[in-house]
């Protein structure tokens, strides 16, 4: 019996960016055409759609969502899942605008306790997923119940008040059309891009997201890779809610479930290509998927199309998506077995 060579580690990386790639190009397809037709629709509407207040405001729908669909991005990947960040942002939100109290002087300190109770809840939602195995799907959910129950009992409106000079830089200041908000996102996922495609622990996640047994027999610590994703995933949430709390003034005890900050972001990760089996994806598709989200509503608020006709397109749209990414994917892997047949 013939046994094949293993695959050298710098062709598994280009295999793995080839992989990423398809997806990643497609999505950006898909927002370039939905662009280009929504400006013509807008156009003949009598609107404009590429006008400052527009782009301004689409940016900022890109940030928040955007951050949360980053991290969303790691645990998938790894082959888990996080239902708990809509609540995380909710929870950071409120961290953030009490500890401030009105108060520029607290800005630090409210940033830094924010990421420590995000990272905790990350870390209990990992810890259930690995120590008491879990579905990462109950798991989460039930962390998410927790919190909203906390939520609920000791919130019934918006609480605390952030700093005025953190308003006005992360929540107002643009730099020309560009909200320094839309910066702080692409320095998050230029840097999760990074580690997912140049660091170890990069190579991990995707290896235990693949095949978490052969990933454990190559010497990978499984359990560590999902606990660091899932902390991680937390405190991207964390940093949406610090977003936000500079945006609202306060902290809001349900902006994260009433902007399904949870189905949105993996929304956007699956748009983007990451298989939510984990694996196959990566960071540049989410936020493609993210920027074609973002424009979309952006276009239907233009139209001032009906609420519930929106999330029906969104709908629709989400599901092609993942239906031509599936179909594709069940094509390449007939090929593959009938070629090594």
Not at 42 to 70: E, R
Not at 192 to 216: K, S, Y
Not at 241 to 255: D, M, N, Q, T
Request: proline residues 3%.
């Amino acid at each position: 019996m013939t046994v094949a060579p293993p695959v050298p580690a710098k062709t598994a990386a280009i295999r793995l960016r080839a992989s990423a790639a398809g997806p990643a190009r497609g999505v950006y397809i898909a927002l370039a055409l939905t662009l280009a037709i929504g400006w013509l629709v807008v156009a003949i509407d009598g609107g404009s759609l590429f006008n400052q207040s527009t782009v301004v405001s689409l940016l900022h729908v890109a940030t928040g969502l955007g951050l949360v669909a980053v991290g969303q991005t790691l645990v998938i990947l790894a082959g888990s899942l996080d239902l708990s960040v809509a609540y995380v942002i909710s929870i950071s939100t409120l961290v953030a605008a009490e500890t401030m109290a009105g108060r520029d002087g607290n800005i630090l300190p409210a940033v830094g306790l924010v990421l420590l109770v995000a990272a905790a809840i990350g870390l209990l939602n990992g810890l259930l997923v690995t120590k008491l195995q879990i579905n990462a799907f109950i798991a989460t959910v039930g962390v998410g119940l927790l919190l909203k129950g906390y939520l609920d009992n000791g919130y019934d409106g918006p609480a605390g008040k952030t700093a005025p000079a953190f308003v006005q830089s992360l929540g107002y200041q643009r730099i020309g059309p560009v909200p320094v908000a839309f910066l702080l996102l692409l320095a998050v996922a230029a840097a999760a891009w990074f580690v997912v495609r140049n660091t170890r622990f990069g190579h991990h996640l995707i290896a235990v997201g693949g095949d978490p047994d052969v990933a454990r027999l190559s010497g990978v610590r499984n359990d560590r890779i999902l606990i660091t994703a899932h902390v991680l995933c937390a405190l991207c949430s964390g940093l949406a809610g610090i977003y936000l709390a500079s945006r609202l003034g306060s902290g809001a005890p349900r902006v994260g479930v009433e902007g399904l900050y949870d189905l949105e972001s993996i929304a956007a990760v699956v748009l983007g290509g990451t298989a939510l089996a984990g694996g196959r994806g990566g960071v540049l598709g989410t936020v493609g998927g993210v920027l074609l989200l973002a424009s979309i509503d952006s276009i239907f608020n233009q139209l001032e199309v009906d609420a519930f006709f929106k999330q029906v397109i969104r709908g629709v749209i989400i599901i092609a998506a993942v239906a031509v990414y599936a179909r594709r994917m069940h094509r390449r892997r007939t090929t593959t077995r009938k070629a090594a047949a």
